[in-house]
């Protein structure tokens, strides 16, 4: 979709990237608030989870996969988005930003891209992480 093409639909995709913004918050603040239910609430049904080398598919898999992070009493990691950016024609996005382990330590960049099932539902479907880099981490790159 060209340029023009988005400016003759209407699409306010800063609005779009600011849903998308809030719902990544939301869904990173079901780990904190160590709620399965809303975690799961945010999963499209074909969600698919890289978790290492292993490949979660399908909703009920992610969920699944990802429960025994919020069995203790406290989040083993938190993330939060540093990057959105959504596609011109408002039904696609990708969100990416640090992760940290409960000492507030950078141990990975989280890489998500989310679908708009609906008006202002977005629902994540592919998740990937990847170790930080020496930006992420603070540091000059050699």
Do not use: C, Y
């Not at 003759?8 to 800063?14: F, K, M, P, T, V």
């Not at 799961?40 to 009920?60: C, P």
């Not at 083993?76 to 969100?95: I, R």
């Amino acid at each position: 979709m060209s340029a023009a093409a988005v400016a003759a639909s209407g699409l306010d995709l800063a609005a779009l990237q600011r849903q998308v913004d809030a719902t990544e918050r939301a869904f990173a603040r079901s780990m904190a608030d160590r709620d399965h239910a809303a975690f799961t609430a945010r999963l499209s049904d074909h969600a698919v989870f890289f978790s290492g080398s292993a490949v979660l598919q399908g909703r009920d898999a992610v969920a699944a996969g990802w429960k025994p992070f919020f069995d203790g009493a406290a989040a083993p990691f938190s993330w939060a988005p540093d990057h959105v950016v959504v596609l011109g024609d408002g039904l696609l996005a990708q969100s990416t930003g640090l992760v940290r382990d409960p000492a507030g330590r950078v141990i990975a960049r989280f890489n998500s891209v989310w679908r708009q099932e609906a008006p202002g539902v977005w629902r994540i479907v592919f998740d990937k992480g990847q170790p930080p880099t020496a930006a992420d981490l603070g540091t000059a790159v050699p």
